[in-house]
C-alpha cells in the first residue's frame, strides 16, 4: 500500500512534531519493501534534522509552503498532492482530507485543552481547529502514548476503537552514544563541573521556575559542585522565568539551542537528567536521556510514569521540595542512581523507531 504523510512541519521551526516526523517517516521507508510512504507536498530528499529552520534549502521551501496554503483552500489541490495513496495521514497544518483516500492522523498531546493556561492563543485556536476538521472527523488515529490515548478518548468523545496507542521512538544516537561523545561535548561547551541537565523549549509547561527553586535549594555543598544546565531554544515563556533562567545563577548556564548532533553527547554526559514537565504526550527527552543511560528524573503526572516505568525518580512536579528530594537522591545515592539509569536502558528499547514504524504499517494495513 502507499500513504502520504503531511511532512510540512519540517518546513517550519517546530520541536517535537517536528522530531517525530523526521524520524518516524524514515522509518517507515526503511521498515517496508511492500509499502511506500511519500511526504506531503512533494519533499523529496531533505537535510540533516533541525528544530530553527527548513530542513530543506529556502529556494526548496518556499514553493511547498506556498501549495501547502493553496491546498489548505482548494480540496483538488490536496488531492494532486496525496497521488495515488490510500492513506492521508496529516498534521495540524492542514485543514482537511481528501476524498476517496482515508484520513488518519497522530495525536500528540491535549495540553491545549488541559492546561490552555500554558499555550498562547494562537496554539489553542490552531489545535482546536485541528481537532474539529480532523481528529474528530478521521478513520484512524494514533496517539503516541496510552494516557493520551485516553485523553484523547475523554476530551474529544472519540470512540476508543478509532484510536491506538503506538509509542514513539528514539534515534539510534543515543542508544549508541560513547564516553568519548560526551567529553567531545563537555570540551566543546566548556562543561568542567558535574551538571543536571534539562534539554527543552523554555516554556510553561516545562515548569522550569520549579527546578530552579529545587536546585537553589539543594545544599551550598551540592551547587558548588555540581551545576544546572539547560538546552533549548527560547519559547514563550513568561518574562519572570526567562531572566531567571538567563540571569546567571550561580551554578545555572543556559546553553540555547543545541545542534541534534550534539545532544547525544551532552545528555550523556550529565550526571542527572531533569524533567520535571506538568505535562507531556510523550516526552522524548526523557525517553533519549534513558537511552543514553543516564539517571532521570521527571514528573508523576500525564504519560511519564508510562514512558519511564522504573527508570526515572518520579516526583510531584509542583514541589520544589520534593523535585530538591529527587534530585538529591540521585546526585549523592551512587547506587539509586545507577539502578535507576539501568532500568531506563532496559525500558528505552521498546521506543526503537524500527519497532513504531512496523507497528505504525500494521495499523494502516486495515484501509488497503
Known amino acids: 500500500m502507499r500513504i502520504s504523510v503531511d511532512a510540512s512541519p519540517l518546513l517550519l521551526r517546530s520541536a517535537g512534531v517536528k522530531n517525530y516526523l523526521y524520524h518516524w517517516i524514515h522509518a517507515l521507508q526503511r521498515g517496508s519493501d511492500e509499502h511506500s510512504v511519500a511526504a506531503y507536498p512533494f519533499i523529496g530528499n531533505v537535510g540533516a534534522l533541525t528544530h530553527e529552520s527548513s530542513v530543506m534549502s529556502l529556494l526548496n521551501t518556499a514553493p511547498r509552503i506556498a501549495w501547502l496554503l493553496a491546498s489548505n483552500r482548494f480540496s483538488l489541490t490536496r488531492r494532486f498532492a496525496a497521488g495515488d495513496a490510500q492513506v492521508f495521514h496529516v498534521t495540524n497544518q492542514v485543514h482537511g482530507g481528501v476524498k476517496g483516500i482515508a484520513l488518519t492522523a497522530t495525536v500528540h498531546d491535549m495540553t491545549c485543552w488541559l492546561t490552555p493556561e500554558f499555550h498562547t492563543p494562537a496554539n489553542i485556536l490552531a489545535d482546536k481547529r485541528f481537532a474539529e476538521r480532523i481528529l474528530t472527523k478521521a478513520d484512524g488515529l494514533i496517539a503516541v502514548s496510552e494516557n493520551t490515548r485516553q485523553d484523547a478518548i475523554r476530551v474529544l468523545g ?20 560513547t564516553e568519548a561523545d560526551a567529553l567531545r561535548v563537555r570540551t566543546q561547551l566548556k562543561l568542567s563541573k558535574p551538571f543536571i541537565l534539562h534539554v527543552g523549549t523554555v ?3 516545562k515548569n522550569l521556575d520549579a527546578l530552579l527553586d529545587a536546585y537553589l535549594l539543594l545544599p551550598e ?9 539547560f538546552a533549548g531554544p527560547m519559547g514563550w515563556a513568561a518574562s519572570t522565568t526567562s531572566k531567571r533562567v538567563l540571569s546567571g545563577l550561580p551554578g545555572v548556564r543556559y546553553l540555547g539551542y543545541v545542534p541534534e548532533a550534539d545532544l547525544p553527547g551532552l545528555t550523556k554526559a550529565a550526571a542527572v537528567f531533569a524533567y520535571p514537565s506538568l505535562y507531556e504526550g510523550f516526552g522524548f527527552p526523557v525517553a533519549q536521556a534513558m537511552a543514553a543511560g543516564v539517571p532521570v528524573l521527571t514528573s508523576n503526572n500525564s504519560c511519564m510514569p508510562e514512558i519511564s516505568g522504573a527508570g526515572a525518580v518520579h516526583v510531584d512536579p509542583r514541589s520544589p521540595a520534593g523535585i530538591r528530594d529527587g534530585l538529591d537522591k540521585l546526585l549523592l545515592s551512587p547506587g539509586v542512581a545507577a539502578e535507576v539509569a539501568a532500568a531506563g536502558r532496559v525500558k528505552a528499547q521498546e521506543y526503537r523507531w524500527d519497532l513504531c514504524a512496523a507497528r505504525s504499517w500494521q495499523f494502516f494495513q486495515q484501509f488497503a
Open 158 to 177: 472519540l470512540k476508543p476503537e478509532k484510536i491506538v496507542a503506538i509509542h514513539s521512538g528514539v534515534p539510534d544516537a543515543y542508544f549508541q552514544v
Open 203 to 205: 516554556e510553561p509547561r
Open 221 to 229: 555543598s551540592v551547587r558548588e559542585e555540581v551545576e544546572l544546565v
